[in-house]
């Protein structure tokens, strides 16, 4: 079906007017005295606030979505569940109503990189909703979010100039450096063996067509 025909565009509408009225919502709240006395770092602190709620929420989803259905560790392209598409679309609306919250307030060109970040995450996430491909990959990616959450944290508390705070030298000396590093580490580590087991398929395919496949792994992917 055509992505502008396609139902999920009111799930991704939902989701972004969601992250939408939260900001509005966070917005409300009290704001620590050195981040009241400056526009930007209030644009920033609501902004993070958005953005840690997201991680929360998807980090943690994204870990129940691997454990209800272990093959979207596996088979990346094929494998699809409903917990799995519906956290796609949830972090979907979340980087639109992001990508549109930094354009508006002009921070473009300040948070460039975020944006670079946000299109490409957009892009992958998109082939999983309107294809149903790579929702796998997407899961995988938002387990990210759950080191991420940490990340906000000290950059929240630096904004409000709260870097003397025990909390923040414990996340930045051992959550920062130690838990972060090593839970993207097994990220990659477990992303390189997924692509060497799709490359040996393909050897396989392409160098031995006699080969048959066994029964129990017929419909494999990249076997045949």
């Known amino acids: 079906m055509p992505p502008l025909l396609h139902p999920a565009l009111l ?17 409300r709240l ?7 006395a400056d526009p930007l ?9 958005v953005s840690f709620t ?32 519906l956290l796609v679309c949830l972090s979907a609306g979340y980087f639109i109503h992001d990508t549109v919250d930094i354009v508006v307030s002009r921070q473009a060109r300040a948070s460039w990189e975020y944006l670079v970040h946000h299109v490409m995450a957009m892009g992958a996430f998109f082939s999983g909703i309107f294809w149903s491909s790579f929702v796998g990959g997407g899961v995988i990616t938002l387990l990210v979010e759950v080191s ?9 508390m630096k904004i409000s100039n709260a870097q003397n705070l025990l909390l923040y030298r414990i996340n930045k000396y051992y959550v920062g450096q130690g838990n972060l590093g090593t839970f993207l580490l097994g990220i990659l580590l477990m992303l390189d063996v997924m692509i ?17 496949p066994s029964p129990q792994h017929k419909d494999k992917f990249l076997t045949e």
């Open 148 to 156: 991420n959450i940490f990340l906000t944290i000290r950059m929240m």
């Open 11 to 27: 799930l991704l509408l939902g989701a972004t007017l969601t992250f939408r009225a939260l900001r509005r919502a966070l917005s």
């Open 41 to 49: 770092r209030t644009w920033r602190w609501h902004n993070l606030l």
């Open 196 to 212: 060497l087991i799709y490359f040996s398929r393909l050897l396989r395919s392409d160098f031995c067509p006699e080969r048959v």
């Open 54 to 85: 997201h991680s929360i929420v998807s980090g943690i989803w994204a870990l129940l979505c691997v454990w209800q259905t272990p093959e979207l560790l596996v088979e990346i392209e094929t494998a699809w569940s409903l917990s799995g598409y």
């Open 30 to 36: 009290p704001l620590p005295a050195h981040v009241r």
